[in-house]
């Protein structure tokens, strides 16, 4: 017969009856974790997709910018902007297909919104969430997948979805340690722990244990660049992505 302390179970976030977690890991749990390393959060919800997103590709190329780096250096013909919705399975790079109507820093949007919830009045927070992170580098993931746990790290320019949050490092210097992390079998295995459903979310992402170890990361961020760069550049091998040149093949 097997015993447990019932306690134990209180220290697991969500309290999930879990009685086969080892004690070290239920010691991980009372130590750092994601939201001591980074902001986690929920992004935007247009009101209306079929309106406000398109796929790269459907859009007049001169009125696409994939590379806005801050909202004060826009133009009127940066009309389109890159956009995180998830995906398909994807790790450390790519599903870089959506792009959202974000002309005059999201006017057209915002002024929808307060025409539907008149209620908000200025306070746009519910809907456009976490504003103050658009168009900055990050780390974002797949938000419902029946699958394996995936992240991916994009650059400055884009915006983010309630479907595919987005996670900011407080230290840039270790975003490589952290996504290298999200994407290990021990924290996929830990998220179905924590989180047996397929909804990835922001509060869920933030409660992942860390492990901090600065003797690994020389080379941790070593290991993580190569799969950056091997993903990046599987990705703009095809025509699916803006950065396509040229199959690899031809």
């Given at each position: 017969m097997y015993t447990t302390t019932q306690n134990n179970f209180t220290k697991i976030p969500g309290q999930p009856i879990s009685y086969w977690v080892s004690e070290n890991l239920i010691h991980l749990f009372q130590k750092e974790t994601i939201a001591d390393y980074g902001f986690a959060g929920i992004g935007m919800r247009t009101g209306n997709n079929e309106k406000f997103l398109r796929r790269w590709f459907e859009v007049d190329a001169g009125l696409f910018n994939p590379n806005l780096k801050n909202i004060d250096s826009q133009t009127n013909s940066d009309k389109w902007l890159p956009y995180n919705k998830g995906g398909e399975f994807r790790r450390f790079y790519g599903n870089n297909e959506y792009i959202v109507n974000w002309q005059n820093n999201g006017n057209e949007i915002k002024k929808e919104t307060k025409k539907k919830y008149p209620q908000l009045g200025d306070n746009l927070g519910w809907k456009i969430s976490n504003e103050k992170y658009y168009l900055k580098s990050g780390i974002t993931w797949t938000g419902v997948s029946t699958g394996k746990f995936n992240a991916r790290k994009y650059p400055n320019g884009f915006l983010f979805d309630s479907g595919a949050n987005g996670l900011f490092c407080y230290d840039k210097s270790k975003e490589n340690y952290i996504l290298g992390l999200l994407n290990t079998k021990a924290i996929n295995w830990i998220?179905?722990?924590?989180?047996?459903?397929?909804?990835?979310?922001?509060?869920?992402?933030?409660?992942?244990?860390?492990v901090y170890n600065e003797d690994f990361k020389t080379k941790i961020d070593e290991i993580v660049n190569i799969l950056y760069s091997g993903a990046h550049h599987n990705w703009d091998n095809y025509e699916t992505s803006w950065d396509f040149k040229s199959h690899p093949l031809i």
């Open positions: 998220l179905q722990l924590i989180n047996p459903t397929i909804n990835y979310g922001a509060g869920t992402i933030r409660k992942i244990p860390v």
